[in-house]
């Protein structure tokens, strides 16, 4: 196993042509996108923004020293884009009975995308404190996969009974 690959081989003994070096050749990882030529825009979708519709009517209160470049969700995620060199706060949702969780998210370059969307988030680092709020949310249709990309992947261990 490697960090990209997982493999099975069957190790058997013979006297003839034995195989001292097998290697593996892989096709060539694909080129990085490029800026589309005729809008200067690049094909790389941004988070959050998958099914072209958005919600970015969100009120900020609070910090300013803290506030994110900018704030949508996608009716499953929320996204917050920081510039590069800021320092991320800690991201809170408000609870109904006002009490504030820990979110769970992951970056892609600068933005935080929330694993979820919610009414309202706090934001703390430090001293600073920010209250992020939405009354705007976009209807999603039933998620039967449960992914985000739509897609499913079954594996079939035949060595299970």
């Known amino acids: 196993m490697t960090n990209k690959r997982i493999y099975s081989i069957q190790l058997v003994s013979t006297d003839q042509n034995p195989t001292y070096l097998l290697r593996y050749i892989y096709p060539k990882s694909p080129d990085p996108v490029k800026p589309n030529v005729m809008t200067g825009r690049s094909r790389v979708v941004a988070p ?24 949508w969700d996608n009716g499953r995620l929320t996204c917050f884009r920081w510039s590069a060199a800021a320092d991320l706060p800690v991201v809170f949702r408000i609870l109904p009975d006002g009490k504030e969780q ?49 897609e499913t992947r079954v594996e079939i261990n035949n060595d299970e009974k």
């Not at 919610?118 to 209807?139: C, D, K, Q, W, Y």
Request: charge should be positive.
């Open 48 to 71: 959050c923004t998958e099914g072209n519709v958005i919600n970015g009517r969100y009120e900020v209160r609070g910090s300013q020293k803290i506030k994110p470049e900018a704030i």
């Open 102 to 150: 820990l979110v769970n998210y992951h970056m892609d370059k600068n933005v935080m995308v929330i694993h979820e969307i919610a009414p309202a988030f706090v934001l703390r680092l430090g001293g600073e404190v920010m209250e992020i709020r939405t009354n705007s949310h976009i209807p999603r249709a039933w998620n039967a996969s449960g992914t985000l990309t739509g």
